[in-house]
């Protein structure tokens, strides 16, 4: 490949040459004519400078013949080092580029081997994985028949009337331990009139004691839900319900509300969301009626809202008591913020006057540097200027000393 580029390149450079000859050969037919015309015009006037520009045309063109022999000859030799040296670079090149071919090959080989490597460790993480999500669904499945047997447990639980009632308090207990402080309120607590409420929340004036007492109609509710029960029995299980409801209103106001001891309401628990949503959803006779009573019918849910209320009223309170703490602390506050605003200021105009003198320096400096270039340049001002700007920077300086 490189022989044919140079053997082309030769014959385009002899084209060019040949070209170039038959051009100068060109011209110097057209010089002969022009000679010949002019030798019969002026054949007795000019004869010897015809000769004489006939003999300066042939040693041009003989001077131009050797000089295109002189070029021709660099020219070879040039095209001969041009592919010595072609030669010599493609060998390095080729020799370079087969180097990094094989770097190549051995990079992507190792990335290769890492690839297979990591896919691999993949793969064998993924079977472990499964195998461990295989155990941990095996233990999901022992814990939900464990689960089912509880579940089973749980409604052999509840059905007994004392079970239930020990559930509530529990449950109610704990709702209560998560949101109120223990000063706020009290288990198990005994009124005046010997009753003994589940829980008093201990609310502040004009609230007071607020009676929470669990109740959980549970044994008319799953009649009424039955799935083999017919209308008539589904009607008077409903109604069994509602008349269950009542009489633990009734319970609750006259046990739990008394006056001049307690506040004028109290508090319903249904520990089960169930039993509260049938009762708001499809009993409204019977919020009604205990609203009458005073009585709040309320679940879990709605409970967490009431204790928040409550913890939020104790909260205000204890703020309302600490007042004149937060009012003392507010003036100290304003005292030192007063102090800081003074010192502020001072250190404000010390660092104007800084700023000030700093400038003020800075002229000087100037002045004197524009003088040391005067005295360099042999430029110095008469003496009246001279001590005029001195008594100007005097002045200056003493108004600074009275500042």
Sequence with gaps: MPDIFFAILALAILAALVVLIVRLAGQAAAVRSLQEG??????????????????????????????????????????????????????????????????????????????????????????????????????????????????????????????????????????VRNVLPPAAYEMQYTLPNGARVDCVLKLPDPTGLVCVDSK????????????????????AAQRQFRADVRKHVDDIGKKYILPNV????????????????????????????ANLKRVW????????????TARAVLK?????????????????????????????????DHIRQAHQDAEDVQTSSRKITQQFQRIESAELEPPEAEAAQLKVVELRDDSKGSK
């Design 316 to 348: 205000d309170v204890e703020t309302r008591k600490q007042i004149h703490v937060i009012r003392d602390a507010l003036s100290r506050l304003g005292q030192d913020f007063s102090r800081f605003e003074e010192r502020m200021k001072k250190l404000a």
């Design 297 to 308: 019918i309320v679940s879990p849910t709605t409970l967490m809202a009431v204790l928040n």
């Design 38 to 175: 002019m030798t019969r015009a002026l054949e007795e006037k000019h004869r010897a400078m015809l000769t004489d520009l006939h003999g300066g045309l042939a040693q041009q063109s003989d001077r131009l013949a050797s000089r295109l022999s002189e070029e021709l000859n660099q020219t070879r030799d040039t095209l001969h080092r041009l592919e010595l040296s072609l030669s010599a670079s493609l060998g390095e090149t080729t020799e370079k580029l087969n180097a990094k071919i094989d770097q190549r090959l051995e990079q992507i080989a190792g990335k290769v081997n890492e690839r297979l490597d990591e896919g691999f460790k993949k793969t064998n993480e993924t079977f472990v994985n499964v195998m461990q999500r295989l155990a941990t669904i095996d233990e999901a499945q022992k814990k939900i028949e464990t689960l089912t047997g509880s579940v089973v447990s749980l409604q052999e639980l509840l059905g007994n009337k004392q079970s239930r009632g020990a559930f509530g308090e529990v449950q109610l207990e704990a709702l």
């Design 262 to 289: 307690t506040s004028d309401g109290a508090v319903m628990f249904v520990p089960a969301e169930a039993v509260f949503a049938e009762i708001h959803a499809y009993h409204a006779e019977v919020v009604d009626y």
């Design 216 to 235: 959980f109609p549970l044994e008319n509710y799953h009649r009424m839900l039955a799935p083999g029960a017919n209308d008539v029995e589904r009607a």
